[in-house]
Structures are given as C-alpha cells and as structure tokens.
C-alpha cells in the first residue's frame, strides 16, 4: 500500500516561471492538504481540499497559487510567476476523512528559486 | 495568540532519560491531536494521536492529554541519540474545516 507520492522530489525554476506540484493521496484517502515550511520554521497550513472541491483556502496567498483535486489524478498546487520568497518544501498530506483521523505526509517538494 | 504553541528549544536530554515535550492549543473545541516526529531534511512522521484525557503508551511514547487545561504532552521513555529531531504537535480543528493545525515544533537533542 503506497504512502503519499509528491513529485517532483525537487524542483528548480527562474523567477517568474511556473511550478506545478503534485500530490497523490494514499490509497483511500480522499482529503489532501498543502503545507509549505520554510528553513527551521514550522508547517504552515495553505489549503484543504477534497476530491474536486476546495474546503478550505485561507493559507494560500490570493495572488499566483492555486490548487486542485480533479476526480481522476493527483491533486496539483500551481504557483504562477515564481519569486525567491516562494522557495521552500512543500508538503501535502493526505486522510481518510474529516473526523478524529490521522494524516500521513508525503516526502515533500523543494522548490528552489533562482 | 498562537492556535498551536510549542517551546522551539532545543530540549536537550542524557541518553536513557525521559524526554518531555509540551503543547498547548487555543480552540477549546479541538477533538484530536497528533504528534509527529520531522527529522532535519526530512517529512513529518506520525508517532501517535489521542483523543480521549488522559494517558496512551505506545511502545516509549506516551501522549496526554487535558482537555479542560488545553495541554497536550509526549514522554519519550528512554531518550535515544536517534530520537533527536523536531517535534510536531498538530491540533485538529472544528471551527469550519476540519484542517491540522500545527505547532512550530520543539527540537530535541538526546546527548550519548
């Protein structure tokens, strides 16, 4: 049974280019949520969706980043032109529903900026 | 005020000893809460949750937790130089979404 996938494990863009993170929930789950932490910080909560719907979005800036959960396929965070202060690891984990369950993590994403 | 607070440390605990670590939540609503261990690098691993007061073991693990104090802790029986990491503490919350919320995280370092 396959833990949470992310991919890229690590990913390299210039400023103002676009990246694309994807997150495939563990067999079952259907809730995903994104977390982005940046260097000795804490998980930073960015968004909670279920499967093509967006329950909760008040951690992702209005502007560039969005986020999906399409019925087929991975759920993917987009983040439109790329600045240095977006680099960071960011986490998607995923649970089996919305009641007293545990979430498990994927291996994360880098994202670096140059 | 934080929804999640954690001491940042570092703890820092003899090998063998009884490592403590502590946090505490502001919605008093919250149901569940997790503990996860983050090594430096890597991504957060659950140790345990609780959701009931009082005391769970799990192997050296133990989480409490006082639902009327807004406190929940983990005991690390035992310490080993591998335990030395970061410690999450995550709240589940019941205003609206249903998200983890979570702490900033306490390092550990068990001392050989």
């Known amino acids: 049974n396959a833990g949470v996938m992310q991919n890229p494990r690590h990913l390299v863009r210039r400023r103002g280019q676009e990246a694309r993170l994807r997150c495939s929930p563990m067999?079952?789950?259907?809730?995903v949520y994104w977390y982005r932490q940046l260097p000795e910080e804490g998980l930073k909560f960015m968004v909670y969706?279920?499967?093509?719907?967006?329950?909760?979005e008040s951690g992702m800036p209005k502007e560039r980043f969005s986020a999906e959960f399409p019925k087929e396929g991975p759920s993917i965070l987009r983040i439109q032109q790329v600045v240095r202060g977006d680099s960071a690891a960011y986490f998607c984990?995923?649970?089996?529903?919305?009641?007293?369950?545990?979430?498990?993590f994927g291996q994360g994403t880098r994202l670096t900026v140059v | 005020q934080k929804e999640v607070e954690q001491n940042s440390g570092p703890l820092s605990v003899p090998e063998g000893a009884i490592a403590s670590l502590n946090c505490t939540y502001s919605d008093r609503g919250s149901q569940s809460f997790f503990w996860y261990r983050q090594y430096s690098g890597k991504s957060p691993e659950l140790i345990m949750f609780?959701?009931?007061?009082g005391d769970k073991e799990d192997g050296r693990f133990t989480a409490q937790l006082n639902k009327a104090s807004q406190y929940v802790s983990l005991l690390i029986r035992d310490s080993q130089p591998s335990d030395s990491a970061t410690y999450l503490c995550a709240v589940k919350g019941t205003s609206g979404t249903y998200k983890y919320i979570f702490g900033t995280g306490t390092r550990l370092k068990v001392l050989a």
């Open positions: 609780i959701y009931s007061n």
């Open positions: 984990a995923s649970s089996a529903d919305r009641g007293i369950t545990e979430a498990f």
């Open positions: 067999k079952g789950h259907s809730h």
């Open positions: 969706l279920q499967k093509e719907n967006i329950i909760d």
